[in-house]
């Protein structure tokens, strides 16, 4: 039998930890917009598919349509600053909460699903929600010509960049503690019992209902952060941000990073942000260069990256 | 504990049965396969719905009440699928058997360390003594789904038992065991029962039964036959005709 892994991996990951919060504070204020820009979207990402790992990594359900939330998020929090004419960080918390209450409702809804009609059932919202901000709402909207969004003063100081990397930076943070908390407490075990039995999850006296539906509330409060944080960074809205690549996009990251693995969404989320970023030099073979990294990501890490290299790093010889 | 009485119509896998348990007793419920030995353990447990009839259980009717809320009453089962959560560490499953003996909620891991600190070396305390009870310790860190087929049952035993019930469903826990195991896990159970944890257990290998039974039920075709101590069940005539056979009656001479 192998003796218990669990010390190095820890010590590993502490350091991990402490250096990338280094370069994460330092770096930033040395680069140009676009690097900057990049940062932000990398942390957006990184809050998307820690949500979902919570459901789909944790829970063991599937959802398609993360996208929804982030879309319901983003749109939520332009609504209140531009027709009620909130200061951001008034809209900020209402937008939060109503995100709270509408995953809340989705979840008891779509999760009287199992399963194949689950995936359907969140497909379906995705492409509900989608099609309303595209077309069905367009007066309200603004259709496919999206939302603008005055920058954001604090008295008459303008918030710039590097300002709104760090406000994402710190709910990513406040994000992943979250999440490591809960996945590694009496919540997190029960969530894994239901992905690995769900019978037996419920003779251990888990109420699966109430457990599945805290991990949808969180998957979709996750995500509907990152829609609030997206209008923050974008300062424009619009449907091309939501379309069913994005939930797709999540769902890929969660599965890159390895299920169930929080720090792997940390390294997943980045790769998955800014593989176009990089791959558009590449042009018409961005999407093959895409399908194959893919691949072999699935052919030779099938647990995902982070399960994978830290596999590589205990076996490697001392 | 109180008696445990039901019936159950619809596809009549159990028809009319009702027995009592007492405190601290070891029954055992017998049969052959498809008599609804694994079915009444799921009705008791709140798997399935019961078409008709009661169950009490303290004192407490409980048929309505959904699964989970009945392990927080204090039954626990096992499975005789096993039904370990496989991905899992030993350790884990034993764990996540005492889930419902735990408060800690959402907001716990930021305003209540303590109570999650305590919470948390109680419960890998408990479940390293489970692990070591049942002779994994060292294997307590594997994932189950590496353990061999005798191990897993072994987890699922710990599994049942960190949820310190007064009432523990076993479902042939001793089916698939070589010859040693099954010693040992008598053994097990004797000091299971012996801590006054009143279990039903239902299981084929009959030496194992008559050695540690107080009162054996046998059910055949969703009915109850006969009912009674070991020595009882071993002679009458009915249950060796559905059941035990002639060479068993035979064989104890």
Redesign the interface.
Known sequence: ??????RPKFYFEIVAVIVGIVCLIYLPSRLDAYYLHLFQICGIGVILVLGLNIFLGHCGQIHFGVGAHYCIGAYLSALLILKLGLHFFIAFPIALLLCVLISAVLGKILLKLRELMLALGTLTLAFIVYLTVFSVWRAGLGGDDGLSLPSLMLGTHELGGLFTWYFILAWVIACFL?TQ??TE???G??W??I???E??????????THYTN?AFIFCGTFAGLAGILLTLQSRWIGPDYFRIMTSTWVLGGVVIGGMGSNFGMLIAAPIVWLMPEVLVRTRDYEMVITGVLLFLVLRFGRQGLWPSLSDLIRRAPR | MEAVSKSFGGLTAINEVGFGLENGELVSLIGPNGAGKTTMLNVIMGVYPVDRGKIFFKGQQIESLPCYARSGLGISRTFQLLKLFNGLTALDNVKIGAHHLMTQGIISPFFQRTLVKREETEVAHRAMELVHFVGLENCANSKVQNLSYGQQKFVGLARALAGEPDLLLLDEVGSGLNTYETDVLKEKLRVIHKKGITILLVEHDMHLVMDISDRIIVLDQGSKISEGSPRMISADPKVIEVYLGKSYELAKG
Request: aromatic share 4%; hydrophobic share 45%.
């Open positions: 039998m192998r003796p218990s892994t669990v979250l908390y809960l407490s009496r919540i075990r029960a894994k019992a992905r690995e039995d019978s037996a999850a419920e003779a251990m006296g888990i109420n699966v805290l």
